[in-house]
C-alpha cells in the first residue's frame, strides 16, 4: 500500500507580521515507510469581513486577548480522529474536518486549527509524491497549466492598516506590461523606491504600514495616486502601459449609519459612485476591491452594471472565499473578480471549490495575503496553479517578499510563462 497515512500534527504557536501569536502546523505523513513533513503557518487579517470563517482566539490575559492555545488544542483532537488514516484526498480530509467541528463558521475547533490541519497535511502528502506544491494542486483544481500569477503590490497603505488620514486601505501597483515575471518584480521593486524618494521630496513619512507599503499622512486617494504614478514615471515606465493602478477600498470599515464617511464627511453610495468615476476617468485604474459595504448589494449592483466591462471589480468582504456568497453575487451580477483568502473560508478544498466556482463562471480570481502574515509562502504555489492574479503586499518586508521570492524562485527553477501577455490579449480594454 503506498498511500500516504497521517502519522502525527503538531501545533505550536508562532508570530506574525503585528506580533500577534498565530498557529503553525505540522503534518507528519507516511508514505512507503518513510515519513514526511510539511507546514502551514495560518495568517491573520485586520479589515476582516463579517461573515469570515471563525478565528479562534483565547480571550485572556496573554498577548492581549490574542493567545492561540485554544486552536492548538483542538489540533491535539483532530490528531486522535484522523491518526492512522488514509491522508491523499484533501475534499475527503477536508470533509472529516467540517464533520469533526459541526459549525458553519468553524467555530468550534478555529478555522485557524482547521485550516492548519487541512494545509499541512496537503502539503505534506505532495512532498511524500516528491512533487512542488503547485504541481500537487492539480490533482484537484485539475487545472495542469502553470503560469506566474500578475501581482498586485500595495505600495501606499491606508484604512485599518495604517496610521493616516487615509480612508481607502490599499493603493496597488499592476506590472502587466513586462514580458516575464522576474522583469515585473524587478521593476515593481524600483518603483517602490522611487515612491520612496519622492515623498521624501515632499516632506513626507516614508514609514510603512501593515502590508510594506508607505504610509503618508495625505488623505486623499486623488494624492495618492498622483505619487504613484510620478513613481512610475520617475521610474522609467509608463503609465497605463507598463503599470496599472488597483485600489482596494475596503469600504466596509468607514461605513457608518448607512453612510460612507469619506475624507470625514458622511456620504451615501451615488455620492461614492461619483468618487470612483473620477478616479477611473483620471488615472489608469486596473481593479477596484470592495468599494462598498458587505451588505449594500445594491449600490454593487449599481456599480458592476456600470463598469464591469472597464475594470475588474473584485469582492473581498463581500464574498469572503464562500461558496454561497460567491453564487449569490453571480445570481445577481454582482463583482467581475473575487479576492481568495485560504483563512476566510478555513480549509483548502472550501477554497478550490471557490476558485473553480469563481472560475466557471467568468470571475477573475486573486490569491491574497492576510494584513497579519508571516514568512509561509503556501500562497505562491495555489496562485501558479489557477489563478491569474496575487495580493501580497509591497515589494518590501519580508512577510510579504517571502511570496514574491518563492514565486522568483519557481520562476527561475521551472521556467513558467508570466500571465500578464496571456491577460492582456484576452481580456484588457483599452479605452
Ligand atoms: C484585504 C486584506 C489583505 P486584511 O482587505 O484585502 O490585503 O486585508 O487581511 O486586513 O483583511
Ligand atoms: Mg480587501
Not at 480530509?93 to 486549527?113: P, W
Not at 451580477?333 to 477554497?351: M, P, W, Y
Request: overall charge negative.
Amino acid at each position: 500500500m503506498f498511500r500516504p497515512i497521517l502519522k502525527d500534527l503538531k501545533a505550536i504557536w508562532v508570530l506574525d507580521s503585528r506580533s500577534n501569536p498565530t498557529v503553525e502546523v505540522f503534518a507528519y505523513v507516511q508514505r512507503k515507510g518513510d515519513i514526511f513533513v510539511d507546514s502551514f503557518i495560518v495568517p491573520s487579517g485586520a479589515s476582516t469581513g463579517e461573515f469570515e470563517a471563525l478565528e479562534l482566539r483565547d480571550n485572556e490575559k496573554d498577548f492581549h486577548g490574542k493567545g492561540v492555545n485554544k486552536a492548538i488544542k483542538n489540533v491535539s483532537y483532530i490528531l486522535d480522529h484522523l491518526y492512522n488514516t488514509h491522508v491523499d484526498d484533501i475534499f475527503e480530509v477536508d470533509r472529516k474536518l467540517i464533520e469533526l467541528d459541526g459549525t458553519k463558521n468553524k467555530s468550534n475547533l478555529g478555522a485557524n486549527a482547521i485550516l492548519g490541519v487541512s494545509v499541512a497535511i496537503a502539503k505534506a502528502v505532495a512532498k511524500s509524491y516528491d512533487m512542488p506544491f503547485f504541481k500537487y494542486l492539480s490533482f484537484w483544481t485539475k487545472s495542469y497549466e502553470y503560469y506566474l500569477p500578475i501581482p498586485m503590490m500595495n505600495i501606499i497603505n491606508g484604512g485599518v492598516h495604517a496610521d493616516n488620514d487615509l480612508d481607502f486601505q490599499e493603493f496597488m501597483i499592476v506590472p502587466l506590461g513586462f514580458e516575464d515575471f522576474s522583469n515585473a518584480i524587478k521593476a515593481s521593486s524600483e518603483v517602490y523606491n522611487s515612491l520612496k524618494k519622492i515623498l521624501k521630496e515632499n516632506n513626507l513619512s516614508v514609514s510603512v504600514g501593515d502590508e510594506g507599503g508607505f504610509a503618508p499622512r495625505i488623505d486623499s486617494p486623488f494624492k495618492a495616486c498622483e505619487f504613484i504614478i510620478a513613481a512610475i514615471e520617475k521610474s522609467g515606465y509608463k503609465v497605463g502601459k507598463d503599470f496599472y493602478i488597483s485600489i482596494d477600498v475596503a469600504a466596509s470599515s468607514f461605513f457608518k449609519d448607512n453612510k460612507y464617511i469619506y475624507l470625514k464627511n458622511p456620504i451615501n453610495h451615488k455620492e461614492l459612485i461619483n468618487v470612483y468615476e473620477k478616479l477611473i476617468s483620471s488615472y489608469p485604474i486596473f481593479s477596484i476591491e470592495d468599494p462598498f459595504d458587505e451588505n449594500d448589494w445594491e449600490a454593487w449592483k449599481e456599480f458592476t452594471n456600470k463598469y464591469k466591462n472597464k475594470i475588474l471589480i473584485v469582492g473581498d468582504d463581500i464574498f469572503v472565499t464562500n461558496i454561497e456568497r460567491i453564487e449569490k453575487g453571480i445570481n445577481n451580477n454582482v463583482a467581475n473578480a473575487v479576492l481568495i483568502k485560504l483563512n476566510q473560508i478555513g480549509t483548502l478544498s472550501e477554497t478550490i471549490k471557490a476558485i473553480s466556482l469563481a472560475n466557471k463562471n467568468g470571475y477573475k480570481t486573486i490569491i491574497s495575503h492576510r494584513s497579519g502574515e508571516t514568512e509561509d509562502n503556501t500562497i505562491s504555489h495555489l496562485a501558479t496553479n489557477n489563478s491569474y492574479f496575487i495580493k501580497t503586499g509591497a515589494p518590501a518586508r519580508s512577510e510579504r517578499n517571502s511570496k514574491y521570492n518563492e514565486l522568483l524562485r519557481i520562476y527561475n527553477f521551472y521556467n513558467l510563462n508570466y500571465y500578464a501577455t496571456l491577460y492582456k490579449s484576452n481580456y484588457l480594454v483599452t479605452s
